[in-house]
């Protein structure tokens, strides 16, 4: 019996290493997928963003929840970014064009997200919609990018 | 009209208690991301939920006896642990997803960061399991969580194209930027959200606390074929709403400040705090299922002194369970592991395990011995035999899907 738990404790422990870990690209296909996914991911949480900002300037969503969906979505683009940047791109001179190009949109998201939030927080209506239109074309850049290399 | 009154409160609490986290992220997760083209999976999980705690709750009101206290009578002490420890482990996952779940919707109201809820809460748990009568729990609960019905009310009021919709149901397509595996592994993931195995349990021993004989079948039969299938709707609906907001919007579901985003977008400030509202009910009522049904599985398997119904010091046992496996579930959610990643890792888990809990309680609903004239008919058995094939195929294709998927990336 202590084999069995021994056993099924391994592979428990295998199940949850192998489906969260990020895998070096030994390719340069590989790794513009992995740049198309950290674009749609990242572009997700740009988009709730933005969506949560027009919903609380139309009085349909509370100052609190607002609040929270910004500092979540900022977390989650920093640990997509973080991700992005662990990985090992290959040797080659259209992966480093690849991470430069994304790497300039995901910098820009961060900064943005971490501007919406201190904005939010200080309840600056007009620098909201300023940051709104800055972050609303590094959306449609990311979304470009996803479209160019999917 | 007692009765009566009875059956309409127990419906309303099947609908207000069906929802739990695992239902809010995955079906609000695949609505942004697969449209309705998943629905059938809810619908699939929805039928085998009603079928299975029909005849558990059917073995519980005939026999007066828990459902692990019975299968390991039927099928001997070592079939019975090998399906404590699959439950109990999958139902301490759920119930720790359920716990970082009211926490999360805590901070949507307050903006207060959701560990520093949790201590707090794993005590208000605590004190509610050990002092407040099983009725009133189960319903005030079953009733707040109604409030979830805000997200139908949403669907209605995004004007959405009705045949559309059903058309996506009916005729379900893949969306192209999808891979076929994610499409199945989202697919098995709707299925163990629908037929989580605490309902299970949850509904059976509920059973016994409450003293139901062969007189309360009717009741119990009504109660799960309306308020069942009126809670999955409202689980449709959840995938609905984020399907006409989300997926526009390419956002796809990973917090729960995104599953409410589409009630803020259809219906407004006030119709987001009753949202607010239903996730804390839903996912608090939920935290006492999976909390109490830990202490039923085992203390039924090992034959100790269970339930409410007998005052806690006469169940010491049952309680010091309870509170430990509370004190691991608040551990694992202080670990910082994102509980929106946990509930979605127990779902999948909830589908592996799915065979060891509804196997048994197929076959003792289905023995003469135990169920007397009680047993199942014919359609019952083709039909939970027919699901018990579905269950072991998706059971045995959740993990393989997990790792090629990435957990469904």
Known sequence: ?150 | MKRLLGVALGILTAIGGFVDIGDLVTNALVGSRFGLSLAWATLVGLVGICLYAEMSGRVAAVTSRGTFDLVRERLGPRAGLANLIASFLVTALTFTAEIGGIALSLELATSVNYLLWVPMLGLAVWLLIWRVKFSIMENVFGLLGLTLLVFGVALWQLHPQWGDLLHQIAVPHKPTNEGTPVYFYYAIALFGAAMTPYEVFFFSSGGVEEKWTKKDIITERINVYLGFPLGGLLSVSIAAVAAIVLLPNNISVNTLGQVGLPIAVASGKLALAVAILGFVAATFGAALETGLSCGYSVAQYFGWQWGKFVRPRDAGRFHLLVLLTLILAVGGVLTTINPITITEYSVVFSAVALPLTYFPILVIANDPDYMGDKANGRICNFLGSIYLVIIVVASAAAIPLMFWTKAGQ
């Not at chain 1, 340069?28 to 997700?44: F, G, I, M, P, Q």
């Open chain 1, 1 to 150: 019996m202590t084999r069995v738990f021994r056993v099924a404790f391994a592979g428990l422990v295998f199940v949850f290493a192998l489906s969260g870990c990020v895998g070096p690209a030994r390719t340069t296909h590989t790794y513009e997928s992995k740049a198309v996914r950290t674009a749609n991911d990242s572009l997700s949480e740009l988009q709730t963003a933005l969506l949560s900002v027009q919903m609380t300037r139309r009085g349909r969503m509370m100052q609190v929840y607002l609040e929270t969906v910004l500092s979540e979505s900022e977390d989650a683009f920093s640990s997509i970014q973080n991700t992005f940047d662990s990985i090992q791109p290959p040797d080659t001179g259209r992966a480093d064009q690849l991470r430069a190009g994304l790497d300039t949109l995901l910098s820009d998201g961060a900064d943005g997200l971490a501007q919406l939030r201190i904005l939010a927080r200080r309840q600056d209506t007009r620098g909201l919609a300023a940051e709104v239109h800055k972050l609303t074309a590094t959306a449609a850049a990311l979304d470009k990018f996803a479209q160019e290399h999917g």
